[in-house]
């Protein structure tokens, strides 16, 4: 879908190029070339990394327990100062 996106605004930029239309409008086109590409790239790198090992192993997440204690141990540590 995106690549359709991007030849509809690709043919659009060079028509307008080729017919010397208004400023205005290559800006714009270059602008929707520009976000189509981008948009491109994404898909690509999502594509790239969807098999890859996540980010926060789950060994690594605490529980909401662990993060009371961890808290609370600080606080009592915090008060002694």
Known sequence: MILCWFAGDLF???????????????????????????????????????NSKPIIADDMVMSADQNLDRIDENSRLASYE
């Open 12 to 50: 659009k930029t060079t028509y307008y190029i080729y017919t010397k239309s208004p400023a205005q409008l290559i800006i714009c086109s270059f602008f929707l070339l520009t976000v189509d590409t981008l948009i491109l790239i994404q898909i690509w790198m999502y594509k790239q990394n969807k």
